[in-house]
């Protein structure tokens, strides 16, 4: 007879919820379980869900965890109990809106949780898209750079958008880069948004050409920043702050003190992609220091 994994039945929030293979290691060379992926979603909960609020929840599902096979979800899969929020009509998002929807996804091995610069006004079939809320730059190191590279060209950005009266947050992707996000008045659209994201980007390579580049072709990143613009397509999505990434080690979107990123520029200190340890760890002492750009 086939194996079939124990099930364990859990109130959260007073929804009741079968989870199931929390022995399964998601993360192989970190011995990382199933059950500490949903440990880690419940204990960052209070401030991730606010940058989930309304918006439209893509995931990237390992099914026998990192290294494996994994794919892209944007409909909200067949089983999806009632209570979890929908908007849409093809593709029909799901909303990730408490504790419960959190950890739901995560039993089914949604390891990343990606969302749109916009928001839904409503849910249902009826839910209407809203003006991007933010816009986010992704600094995408190529080969012979890394994250020190990514803080010189932060402060150049931060300084840059400074200036046109938009404050940025720092946020270490867990991957290999880093991202800016700036509030907005949710007035324009996403197609203005990104045609204003890619114009800075341009005059950034003029201005910096042995640093920055704003082409997506791979031959021209080598020893250089790409200054990915295309995030604000309506379309596209980011990796959402406090997110899990499906990496070697657990490591997290995490956001970060311009402190750090000043330091990681200067070399004074080495900056690194941050674990779920480290980032609870630093949540419990600083608590959540994207807080302004959760939206309105």
């Not at 390992?62 to 290294?67: A, D, E, K, L, M």
């Not at 809203?130 to 012979?144: A, E, S, W």
């Not at 330091?263 to 674990?275: C, I, P, R, W, Y």
Request: hydrophobic content about 40%; aromatic content about 6%; charged content about 25%.
């Amino acid at each position: 007879m086939p194996y079939e994994a124990p099930k364990v039945t859990v109130e959260v929030d007073g929804r009741r919820m079968k989870l199931s293979s929390l022995e399964k290691v998601m993360y192989p060379r970190a011995g990382t379980t199933k059950a500490q992926v949903i440990d880690y979603y419940a204990r960052i909960a209070p401030v991730i869900l606010p940058h989930l609020r309304d918006r439209a929840v893509t995931r990237i599902r390992f099914p026998h965890g990192v290294g494996d096979m994994q794919f892209f979800e944007k409909n909200i899969p067949s089983g999806t109990p009632p209570w979890i929020r929908r908007a849409g009509r093809d593709p029909v998002f799901p909303f990730i809106d408490d504790l419960a929807g959190l950890t739901f996804f995560a039993n089914l091995n949604s390891l990343e949780l990606h969302v749109p610069q916009w928001r839904f006004d409503g849910d249902g079939r009826d839910a209407v898209p809203l003006g991007p809320d933010r816009l986010v730059i992704d600094l995408d190191p190529g080969p012979g750079t890394g994250l020190h590279e990514c803080a010189r060209v932060a402060l150049i950005v931060r300084e840059r958008l400074g200036g046109i009266g938009l404050d940025t947050v720092p946020v270490t992707s867990g991957s290999k880069g880093l991202q800016l996000y700036a509030v907005l008045p949710g007035t324009h659209t996403s197609d203005q948004i990104r045609d204003t994201v890619q114009q800075l980007a341009q005059e950034l390579t003029k201005q910096h050409p042995d640093l920055i580049v704003w082409k997506m072709a791979k031959e021209l990143r080598p020893g250089k920043i790409f200054l990915d613009w295309s995030q604000n397509v309506a379309a596209k999505t980011t990796v959402c702050p406090y997110s899990l990434r499906g990496r070697d080690r657990p490591t997290v979107a995490a956001p970060r003190s311009w402190d750090e990123i000043e330091a990681g520029a200067s070399g004074d200190e080495d900056l690194v992609q941050l674990t779920a340890d480290e980032v609870l760890d630093r949540v419990a002492r600083d608590g959540d220091l994207a807080a302004g750009i959760t939206g309105r």
